[in-house]
Each structure stands twice: as C-alpha cells, then as structure tokens.
C-alpha cells in the first residue's frame, strides 16, 4: 500500500465516522496511538469535515447573526488547528527522511507534502458529498448528471493527485528533491499582529 492508499483509507474511514451522527459537536475519537502519523491523519481530517459542515451551516441565509459570528469564529480557531496539524505531519515526514544524502542537483518542491496530504483531505470530503449529490432522489435528472460529471473529475484528480503526493516523496526518499518547510505565519490570529486586535489593547 501506498502512503497516499493509507492517508485515504483514513480518510474514508473518518468521514464515515463523522456521519454516524451528523454532528459538528460530536466527540472525536480517534482510535489510534497519540504518536503515530495515523493519530495525526484522522484529526487533521477530522478537523476538516467538522469544518465543512460548519461551511454548510454558516451560509444558512435564516441563520442568527449572533450564532453566525460564533461559527465564523470557531472557523477561524479550525483553521489554525488545522495549520498547526499540517506542520506536524510535515514533522514527522522531515524526520522520516532526515537520513537522507540529499544529491547536489535536488531541487525543491513548490509545496511540502503535508500541504499537498491536505488538499487529499478535502479531496475525500468532496468526492463524498458529491456522490452523495448524484443518489438524491429529490433531485432531477439533470442536477444527478451534472453532479455525476463532477464526481468523475473529482475522481480523476484524486488519482492525479496521490500519484504526485506519492512521486514527491519517492523523489525525497532518493534525494532527488528535498523538504523546506515555511511555518504559516497567519497574522489575524496574533493580538501583535491585528492590527484591530493591538489597537482595542490600548
């Protein structure tokens, strides 16, 4: 199996769990150890499907504005568990490779591989919700074929994509590329850095 088969397998399995109730407040319960990269590829997912139903609820055009802003918060917080779950997988993949004779032509990768495992993540989300698109029965025909056509893209592109994630990573294990990997510097998060955050601070 690949490490791309493995990351979607749990992928699939954590948003299954997650539709067991539907529930943006239910419990997460990861069944794997705190240290092990499996622990970390659940909650990152899970963050993210959690997430994607509070996309859903927040667009809801009755909501309360009040319950809005409170969601849009809790989005904001999502967003940097998220950040911060990406970095530690990238951790991980710059330890397992840290042996590595990096050869003097090795070349850089636009992105690192936990970001590239990210967009997997929300990968998976879609191509579930969009086949859940194409078995309405209150739908028309014509909503099933175009959610039919996008499913097959999406499809494809999880190919593509796991074949790339799975290329990157061969390449570093041989040394033909290396990992740099940039902390995500998010200011609106930092009251010394908001600048409406420092300013209510006078």
Wanted: aromatic content about 8%; proline content about 3%.
């Amino acid at each position: 199996m690949t490490f791309t088969e493995h990351c979607n397998a749990i992928f699939n399995r954590v948003i299954d769990d997650y539709h067991l109730t539907d529930n943006v407040d239910a419990a997460i319960n990861n069944p794997f150890d705190r240290s092990t990269i499996d622990y970390s590829l659940y909650l990152k997912c899970w963050i993210d499907t959690v997430q994607w139903h509070l996309e859903d609820i927040i667009r809801d055009p009755k909501i309360d504005a009040t319950e809005a802003l409170l969601i849009k918060r809790r989005i904001d917080r999502s967003n940097q568990d998220r950040t911060d779950l990406v970095e530690e997988i990238d951790a991980y993949l710059r330890n397992k490779y840290s042996d590595v004779k990096v050869k003097p032509d090795a070349r850089i990768n636009t992105e690192s591989p936990a970001w590239a495992i990210d967009r997997l993540s929300i990968l998976a989300l879609k191509i579930y919700h969009m086949k859940e698109q194409t078995l309405r029965t209150d739908a028309s025909p014509e909503h099933i074929e175009k959610c039919q056509a996008k499913l097959n893209v999406l499809l494809q592109q999880q190919v593509d994509l796991s074949t790339a994630i799975d290329q990157l990573l061969e390449d570093i294990a041989n040394g033909d590329k290396y990992m740099k990997v940039y902390k995500q510097m998010k200011m609106y998060n930092d009251p010394s850095t908001n600048p409406v955050l420092y300013a209510n601070k006078k």
